[in-house]
């Protein structure tokens, strides 16, 4: 079989060899200065050599647009859809909150309407879960009650992994435990691991997560919409 990913840059091709062998993915290789151009809610990665880029668009439906530099391991998220909820502020907030904790992506700094964070791996599978995953899942959950974070939208595409180590990121929809949800927040966050609308247990979603992406079972939905029941 030919090696596909010999055909790339390393750095490329090895990022193309981390990810989820069940999405499907198109490289395209265009002028460097295009490499890093964002894509509405798709997420996207890239690394350039010489004149070229070469990049990826991952077929996932992101409510933000997501541009990974791989070779300077930087994340940008550009936040569009809820931004009325402060979905941003919120988020930077709870990564300044737990940076120390070695749970969440460091972040670099932020604008208005932008993240730039570190790049902590891809979302979890069964092709990268590590096989102490309920040790960390015990260690996340500790560094969440510590820092008095309900998280309140984990799943696998908010469980990065790199180099053995999960990485919970997406703080857009967290709350200080104990604090109701608003009721006027969409009806869709978290609903593949939650107890019912605006009831969520992170605990309980940590582990179905994991345990679906254990059994080769990861929901990958997205069902937002302003209140889908
Ligand atoms: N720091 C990071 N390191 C690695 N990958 C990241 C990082 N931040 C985001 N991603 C990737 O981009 C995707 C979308 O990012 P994120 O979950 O932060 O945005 P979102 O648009 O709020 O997502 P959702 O659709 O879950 O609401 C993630 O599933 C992950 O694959
Ligand atoms: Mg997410």
Same mark, same amino acid.
Request: with cysteine.
């Given at each position: &079989?030919?090696?596909?990913?010999? %055909? $790339?840059?390393?750095?490329?091709? =090895? $990022? +193309?060899?981390?990810?989820?062998?069940?999405?499907?993915?198109?490289?395209?290789?265009?002028?460097?200065?295009?490499?890093?151009?964002?894509?509405?809610?798709?997420?996207?990665?890239?690394?350039?050599?010489?004149?070229?880029?070469?990049?990826?668009?991952? %077929?996932?439906?992101?409510?933000?647009?997501?541009?990974?530099?791989?070779? =300077?391991? +930087?994340?940008?998220?550009?936040?569009?859809? $809820?931004?009325?909820?402060?979905?941003?502020?919120?988020?930077?907030?709870?990564?300044?909150?737990?940076?120390?904790?070695?749970?969440?992506?460091?972040?670099?700094?932020?604008?208005?309407?932008?993240?730039?964070? %570190? $790049?902590?791996?891809?979302?979890?599978?069964?092709?990268?879960?590590?096989?102490?995953?309920?040790?960390?899942?015990?260690?996340?959950?500790?560094? +969440? @009650?510590?820092?008095?974070?309900? /998280?309140?939208?984990?799943?696998?595409?908010? +469980?990065?992994?790199?180099?053995?180590?999960? /990485?919970?990121?997406?703080?857009?929809?967290?709350?200080?435990?104990?604090?109701?949800?608003?009721?006027?927040?969409?009806?869709?966050?978290? =609903?593949? /691991?939650?107890?019912?609308? /605006? =009831?969520? %247990?992170?605990?309980?979603?940590?582990?179905?997560?994991?345990?679906?992406?254990?059994?080769?079972?990861?929901?990958?939905?997205?069902? &937002?919409?302003?209140?889908? @029941?």
């Amino acid at each position: &079989m030919r090696n596909v990913a010999a %055909d $790339y840059p390393p750095l490329f091709g =090895r $990022y +193309l060899a981390t990810i989820d062998p069940d999405v499907g993915v198109v490289v395209e290789v265009v002028r460097r200065e295009e490499a890093s151009t964002p894509v509405a809610h798709r997420k996207v990665a890239f690394c350039v050599s010489g004149a070229i880029g070469y990049r990826v668009v991952a %077929d996932e439906h992101a409510l933000s647009s997501i541009s990974i530099d791989l070779e =300077r391991r +930087l994340v940008t998220k550009h936040v569009a859809a $809820y931004s009325e909820f402060g979905i941003l502020e919120r988020e930077v907030d709870w990564l300044r909150r737990l940076a120390a904790s070695g749970i969440a992506p460091p972040l670099r700094s932020a604008t208005a309407d932008r993240l730039f964070l %570190d $790049y902590v791996g891809e979302p979890v599978r069964r092709g990268n879960l590590p096989s102490d995953w309920p040790v960390q899942a015990e260690a996340i959950l500790a560094a +969440l @009650t510590s820092h008095g974070c309900a /998280h309140n939208d984990i799943k696998c595409d908010n +469980l990065t992994v790199a180099d053995g180590k999960i /990485h919970l990121i997406d703080y857009g929809w967290a709350t200080p435990i104990g604090q109701a949800i608003p009721a006027h927040w969409p009806h869709g966050i978290g =609903r593949q /691991h939650r107890l019912g609308v /605006h =009831r969520f %247990d992170d605990r309980a979603a940590i582990f179905a997560a994991l345990g679906s992406a254990e059994r080769g079972e990861v929901d990958r939905s997205v069902v &937002m919409g302003h209140n889908p @029941t």
